[in-house]
């Protein structure tokens, strides 16, 4: 019987005038949505290759390790997530280049490369938004008048006085409409997939195979909450105009309005504070690790810490801005010798000290940044969760590692690499030593083949799945409990 009802309901829902439309519709949505992102990826790739080769390039040209310190500091760059196509997240919104030296400690990203403004209108739609969307109007009109259409018809009635049981009726209703819906989901991701798979720069491993079942299950799992939503307003009304303006009500507020009211409403409860107090406290800092230079000097007698070496083709740039420092010096000529060693020992000194004073610094940028940025986005997250539109597109977007954690968990891999580059330099004793600070010794280059290399580790399955988890439970959770209530509203249904 319940077979019977499942193949009633899906060769009706087929038919309709929706099914044809919502097919239609969508098929050429994300058809056309995933070309272009993918385009947009290949682009994004050229640009990251780019800016590792310049990378590469710039470190070949360092002649000096000096330069290290200010005038040619490392670059961590990310790499665009492949997974990125079905779900954006922040991939776009944060930076993907990181500034790395022993005098600054990272705290954000910058954007390299240049984007097409016209074409990002349209790439900053992608897969999970037009889901978001799209799928759950579509499942709400297939649902929202499934009890109520047909009592208005009088089959209701007619259906229910054969041996057809409520909760066997529900649950065949919940099946074909969950089946009707799938249908053009999965012809419009087959689709989609070809086209992604069409590219020469894109071939998906194993892992990332994995991570595309996991979002679309994701998604059904999205879909049949709204289906439920319909389902149950039906089963609470005896109109089916009546359902259609309580269901349209719903996904406005749950898909359109929580969203962006919640960004307003964290922006007015949780505004940002002056970061002024903060770079103060930092500039007099690196004030203090000045003094301590200077006390150096005093300590040996010396007015000038290059006096000793009387160089020649002297040149200097230092800075300290931006919670960090940083000093390139260049001799191309040494005068005395026996005053090189007092030079070797100054820089020995001066440059361990601005590590540590570094880290000080960043423990007051960091403060302000947990009281402010980090806080907020995190408000933000939580309180969206009241809907479960952010919670899908949230779950969807670490599940392809372009959430907000994974950007964070980026920066604290240039981090831990700054901490690998500062071991590389003291356990090569390179502050204090002579070609610190000149290039006159030898004209070949520096021997970098032991330094550290950054490369992003991607985060595993079983740690995405666990962040997500959370989410996934909420989804979870309210399908359970809205198929409860449209089934105990079924039993007491008035036919």
């Given at each position: 019987?319940?077979?019977t009802?499942?193949?009633?309901e899906?060769?009706?829902?087929?038919?309709?005038?929706?099914?044809?439309?919502?097919?239609?519709?969508?098929?050429?949505?994300?058809?056309?949505n995933?070309?272009?992102?993918?385009?947009?990826?290949?682009?994004?790739?050229q640009?990251?290759q780019?800016?590792?080769q310049?990378n590469?390039?710039?470190?070949?040209s360092?002649?000096?390790?000096s330069?290290?310190?200010?005038?040619?500091?490392?670059?961590c760059n990310?790499?665009?997530?492949?997974l990125?196509?079905?779900?954006?997240?922040?991939?776009?919104?944060?930076?993907?280049?990181?500034?790395?030296?022993?005098?600054?400690?990272?705290?954000?990203?910058?954007?390299?490369?240049?984007d097409?403004p016209?074409?990002n209108?349209?790439?900053?739609?992608?897969?999970t938004?037009?889901?978001?969307?799209?799928?759950?109007?579509?499942?709400?009109?297939?649902s929202?008048?499934?009890i109520?259409?047909?009592?208005?018809?009088?089959?209701?009635?007619?259906?229910?006085?054969?041996?057809?049981?409520?909760?066997?009726?529900?649950?065949?209703?919940?099946i074909?409409?969950?089946?009707?819906?799938?249908?053009p989901?999965?012809?419009?991701?087959?689709?989609?997939?070809l086209?992604?798979?069409?590219?020469p720069?894109?071939?998906?491993?194993?892992?990332?195979?994995?991570?595309?079942?996991?979002?679309?299950?994701?998604?059904l799992l999205?879909?049949?909450?709204?289906f439920l939503?319909?389902?149950?307003?039906?089963?609470r009304?005896?109109?089916?105009?009546v359902t259609l303006?309580?269901?349209?009500c719903?996904?406005?507020?749950?898909v359109?309005?929580i969203?962006?009211?919640?960004?307003?409403?964290?922006?007015?409860?949780?505004?940002?504070?002056?970061e002024?107090?903060?770079?103060?406290?930092?500039?007099e800092?690196?004030?203090?690790?000045?003094?301590?230079?200077?006390?150096y000097?005093?300590?040996?007698?010396?007015?000038?810490?290059?006096?000793?070496?009387?160089?020649?083709?002297?040149?200097?740039?230092?800075?300290?801005?931006?919670?960090?420092?940083?000093?390139?010096?260049g001799?191309?000529?040494i005068?005395?010798?026996?005053?090189?060693?007092?030079?070797?020992?100054?820089?020995?000194?001066?440059?361990?000290?601005r590590?540590q004073?570094?880290?000080?610094?960043?423990?007051?940028r960091?403060?302000y940044l947990?009281?402010?940025?980090?806080?907020?986005?995190?408000?933000?997250l939580?309180?969206?969760?009241?809907?479960?539109?952010p919670?899908?597109?949230n779950?969807a977007?670490i599940?392809?590692e372009?959430?907000?954690?994974?950007?964070w968990?980026?920066?604290?891999?240039t981090r831990?690499?700054?901490?690998?580059?500062?071991?590389?330099?003291v356990?090569?004793?390179?502050?204090s030593s002579?070609?610190?600070?000149?290039s006159?010794?030898?004209q070949?280059?520096?021997?970098?083949?032991e330094?550290?290399k950054?490369?992003?580790q991607?985060?595993?399955?079983?740690r995405?799945?666990?962040?997500?988890l959370?989410?996934?439970?909420?989804?979870?959770?309210?399908?359970?409990?809205?198929?409860?209530?449209?089934?105990?509203?079924?039993?007491?249904?008035?036919?």
């Open positions: 019987m319940l077979w009802i499942i193949r009633r899906i060769t009706s829902n087929i038919l309709s005038f929706r099914f044809l439309m919502g097919l239609l519709i969508y098929f050429c949505l994300i058809v056309t995933l070309f272009v992102l993918t385009s947009d990826y290949e682009d994004r790739l640009s990251y780019t800016a590792v310049e590469e390039d710039r470190i070949k360092v002649k000096k390790y330069e290290f310190g200010q005038t040619r500091t490392l670059k990310r790499k665009p997530k492949l990125s196509i079905f779900n954006e997240g922040m991939e776009k919104r944060k930076g993907n280049s990181v500034s790395v030296a022993h005098g600054y400690v990272p705290a954000v990203a910058e954007q390299h490369g240049s097409n016209y074409l209108i349209f790439s900053s739609i992608d897969f938004i037009i889901f978001q969307v799209v799928m759950s109007l579509l499942a709400l009109l297939f929202y008048d499934a109520s259409r047909e009592k208005e018809a009088g089959t209701l009635r007619l259906t229910l006085s054969c041996t057809i049981s409520r909760p066997t009726l529900l649950l065949g209703k919940y074909a409409g969950m089946v009707s819906i799938s249908l989901l999965v012809a419009s991701f087959v689709a989609g997939l086209v992604i798979q069409s590219s720069y894109i071939s998906f491993s194993s892992s990332d195979w994995v991570r595309i079942l996991l979002i679309f299950l994701l998604s999205y879909v049949s909450l709204f939503i319909g389902l149950f307003l039906s089963a009304t005896h109109r089916s105009s303006m309580f269901s349209m719903v996904w406005v507020i749950f359109l309005i969203p962006n009211l919640t960004v307003l409403l964290v922006e007015h409860a949780s505004p940002i504070q002056s002024e107090p903060y770079r103060m406290q930092a500039d800092l690196w004030a203090e690790f000045g003094k301590e230079a200077g006390d000097l005093k300590k040996h007698g010396v007015d000038l810490p290059w006096e000793p070496a009387n160089p020649g083709g002297l040149g200097i740039y230092e800075t300290a801005e931006d919670y960090g420092s940083g000093e390139t010096i001799m191309s000529r005068g005395n010798e026996e005053g090189v060693a007092f030079v070797q020992g100054y820089y020995g000194f001066k440059e361990n000290l590590t004073y570094a880290d000080r610094a960043w423990q007051i960091k403060t947990d009281k402010n940025q980090n806080r907020q986005s995190l408000l933000a939580n309180i969206s969760r009241i809907s479960p539109a919670v899908y597109y779950a977007a599940l392809a372009t959430d907000l954690g994974s950007y968990q980026f920066m604290e891999q831990q690499y700054r901490r690998e580059w500062i071991q590389y330099l356990d090569g004793k390179i502050f002579r070609r610190w600070f000149t006159k010794d030898s070949d280059p520096l021997d970098l083949s330094m550290p950054f490369k992003e991607s985060e595993g399955i079983v995405s799945m666990h962040r997500a959370p989410d996934i439970m909420i989804l979870a959770v309210l399908n359970i409990l809205l198929f409860m209530g449209s089934f105990i509203s079924f039993l007491r249904y008035d036919i």
